[in-house]
């Protein structure tokens, strides 16, 4: 069924086909979102059901073949949970009795007169409408029991309400473990201070809501990475307190930890580091480190966005040059000695190594530049060097 649209497709069974075409004519003047299909009999019914998307039955008792009870019982073997409506002339306790056990979901004797129409229009909202509702909340519940993210409602005291079952398998705790419990005991007790400050600002903001990372140590030892969203709902009935979104994002920030690492040594390494971006016009440093800065004198803003060739000048080699853009164009890698100048104009004897890196998919995304400065001496009596040798 679906539960997005209030449109109620309803199949109505009886015998007599003046009595079902009045009935659809009743019923759709009644209510403008009831759609009214036919059956003269159960089995041309069921034959319907197989077919069509019916979202309620409203059938006769009395009718050859198979009777409305039996019809009923034909349908829940089929169709448990559909809406089942016995609008019979034909109205004696007995049958009540026997259609309730057999399943139906309300029962309805036809009496004289057009009223039972409205009265027919008007079960049949309502049971649809509950039935949808009952649909919507029971889907909520799935999402919410299958969550893989853990959710939490705590208290403004922190003390947890309610707490879904996917806890376990993100933190280790069973659900009914952690109720009535402290929900700051969950984080390690050095991250405890900063974390619980933004839990008492979250508390002083309805509606608001904050984003937390935290570790957590499970009962199985293991420490993980917990990243929470909380949001205040303490005035919303009937959630009352602040609801809290957990999952684990140790791998993520395991990955981060390892960046950095990386990122501090290239940051700290003690010889020039620069990154180029051939993808752009003419191949701009996008990265310098800084000795690379200490090297030249140039700042990281005055670096990045132009191509290596500023610290070229007088005494630059145009052979060495020629090879440089060679081996870049070549992809190869390459390193050489030139004469290159400081931002303060004074020149310095470098030994640059400039090296194409690749993607996964084995395409150069950039160029790595090394810089290093050897003594002024080595370079007096040459104009370039060639070190290719040096290079793998
Ligand atoms: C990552 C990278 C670092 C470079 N570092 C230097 C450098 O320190 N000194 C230098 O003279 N040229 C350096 N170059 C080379 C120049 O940027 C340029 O490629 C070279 O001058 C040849 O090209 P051109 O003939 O268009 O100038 C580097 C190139 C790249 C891609």
Same mark, same amino acid.
């Given at each position: ?203 002083? *903001?309805?509606?608001?809501?904050? &984003? $937390?990372?935290?570790?957590?140590? =499970?009962? %199985? @030892? #293991?420490?993980? +990475? ?102 870049? *164009?070549?992809?190869?890698?390459? &390193? $050489?000695?030139?004469?290159?100048? =400081?931002? %303060? @104009? #004074?020149?310095? +004897? ?43």
């Amino acid at each position: 069924m679906d539960v997005t649209t209030d449109f109620v497709r309803l199949l109505h069974v009886d015998d007599n086909p003046a009595i079902t075409e009045l009935t659809a004519t009743y019923l759709e003047r009644e209510d403008e979102r009831i759609s009214v299909t036919t059956a003269t009999g159960a089995e041309a019914a069921l034959d319907i059901l197989a077919t069509d998307e019916i979202d309620c039955v409203v059938s006769d008792y009395n009718m050859p073949g198979l009777n409305g009870i039996e019809f009923l019982e034909a349908v829940r073997r089929e169709y448990p949970d559909l809406l089942f409506i016995l609008f019979t002339g034909r109205g004696s306790e007995e049958i009540a009795s026997e259609a309730i056990s057999a399943g139906v979901s309300d029962y309805l004797q036809k009496g004289g007169g057009t009223d039972k129409y409205a009265l027919l229009a008007n079960r049949v909202g309502n049971a649809v409408q509950k039935r949808r509702n009952e649909r919507a909340r029971e889907r909520d519940q799935a999402i919410i029991t299958e969550a893989t993210d853990a959710i939490l409602v705590v208290g403004a005291d922190a003390t947890v309400q309610y707490a879904t079952p996917s806890t376990e398998a993100v933190m280790g705790r069973a659900a009914a473990d952690l109720r009535g419990t402290d929900a700051s005991e969950l984080i390690v007790p050095a991250d405890r201070p900063r974390v619980m400050a933004e839990f008492a600002a979250l508390v002083a *903001d309805p509606g608001g809501h904050r &984003t $937390v990372e935290f570790r957590h140590d =499970r009962p %199985d @030892g #293991t420490r993980i +990475w917990i990243e929470t969203r909380g949001r205040n709902l303490l005035d919303r009935e009937p959630v009352d307190g602040i609801v809290i979104y957990g999952r684990d994002v140790t791998d993520r920030k395991e990955r981060e930890t390892e960046l950095r690492r990386q990122s501090r040594i290239i940051e700290q390494a003690p010889i020039g580091i620069t990154c180029s971006d051939p993808s752009r016009e003419d191949n701009p440093l996008v990265y310098a480190n800084a000795a690379f800065e200490a090297l030249t004198g140039y700042e990281f803003e005055e670096i990045v966005g132009r191509n290596c060739r500023f610290l070229q000048g007088e005494r630059t080699d145009p052979a060495s040059v020629a090879a440089m853009r060679d081996a870049i *164009d070549a992809r190869e890698p390459i &390193t $050489v000695d030139v004469w290159n100048y =400081r931002k %303060d @104009g #004074t020149e310095f +004897w470098n030994q640059v190594t400039i090296s194409p890196i690749e993607d996964d998919d084995g395409d150069i995304t950039q160029f790595v530049g090394f810089q290093q400065s050897l003594p002024a001496e080595t370079g007096d009596d040459q104009k370039s060097t060639r070190r290719d040798d040096d290079v793998d």
